[in-house]
Nanobody, 124 residues
Framework: QVQLVESGGGLVQAGGSLRLSCAASGRTFSNYAMGWFRQAPGKEREFVAAISWNGGRTYYADSVKGRFTISRDNAKNTVALQMNSLKPEDTANYYC?????????????????WGQGTQVTVSS
């Protein structure tokens, strides 16, 4: 079992930045690929970014490529999502997820453990 706790959400103006963090506990963190997803009201949960077990490979949704950066620190059992040049359409609840594999995936069903989410609101 892996427990995930997100932090760092908040209210920011368009063009601003936020850094989300996810702390993991439970099983060996470096065994898991990690991902970030988001869900806006009335919409399905969607893929944002993922990172392989050792940070050597990253994956991004087209909508965030060039603006968001995912990273991980296996010594601290954390994964982060640096979000720059935020847009109102980035407003959503952001979820951290762990996948029992070394490599990330783009789909919600590919992940085994989820955090409770942290709200990001971008004002225009």
């Amino acid at each position: 079992q892996v427990q995930l706790v997100e932090s760092g959400g908040g209210l920011v103006q368009a063009g601003g930045s936020l850094r989300l963090s996810c702390a993991a506990s439970g099983r060996t963190f470096s065994n898991y690929a990690m991902g970030w997803f988001r869900q806006a009201p009335g919409k399905e949960r969607e893929f944002v970014a993922a990172i392989s077990w050792n940070g050597g490979r990253t994956y991004y949704a087209d909508s965030v490529k060039g603006r968001f950066t995912i990273s991980r620190d296996n010594a601290k059992n954390t994964v982060a999502l640096q979000m720059n040049s935020l847009k109102p359409e980035d407003t959503a609840n952001y979820y951290c997820a762990a996948r029992d594999s070394r490599w990330g995936r783009f789909d919600v069903k590919g992940y085994d453990y989820w955090g409770q989410g942290t709200q990001v609101t971008v004002s225009s």
